[in-house]
């Protein structure tokens, strides 16, 4: 069973920064895929960045682009998620995913953790 904690949510400032964790209960390389999503409120859950853990690339969202970053600390089994002039809309909880394709496709979930901006 695979367990993943996100950490780091809290009441931003708009312009302000913050850095979310997520710690997975195996290393991450055992992943194809790690990922960051949100669901905003009264909106479908979106794909914020997605890492692949094999050549280490990552595609972001457009919302998000030049503002967020990824990063990874393969020691500690967790990703990170760097999150730098933040706004309003950026508001929502945070979810961290992880993805095995073998023996078959799944994906793992943590609970998710609140991010608000707000003056």
């Known amino acids: 069973q695979v367990q993943i904690v996100e950490s780091g949510g809290g009441l931003v400032q708009p312009g302000g920064s913050l850095r979310l964790s997520c710690s997975v209960s195996?290393?991450?390389?055992?992943?194809?895929?790690m990922s960051w999503y949100r669901q905003r409120p009264g909106k479908q859950r979106e794909l914020v960045a997605i890492?692949?853990?094999?050549?280490?690339?990552?595609t972001y969202g457009d919302s998000v682009k030049g503002r967020f970053a990824v990063s990874r600390d393969v020691d500690k089994n967790s990703i990170y998620l760097q999150m730098n002039n933040l706004n309003t809309k950026d508001t929502g909880v945070y979810y961290c995913?992880?993805?095995?394709?073998?023996?078959?496709?799944?994906?793992?979930w943590g609970q998710g953790t609140q991010v608000t901006v707000s003056s």
């Open positions: 195996r290393n991450i390389f055992s992943f194809y895929l």
């Open positions: 995913k992880a993805t095995v394709e073998h023996p078959r496709r799944e994906d793992y």
């Open positions: 890492t692949d853990t094999t050549g280490g690339s990552t």
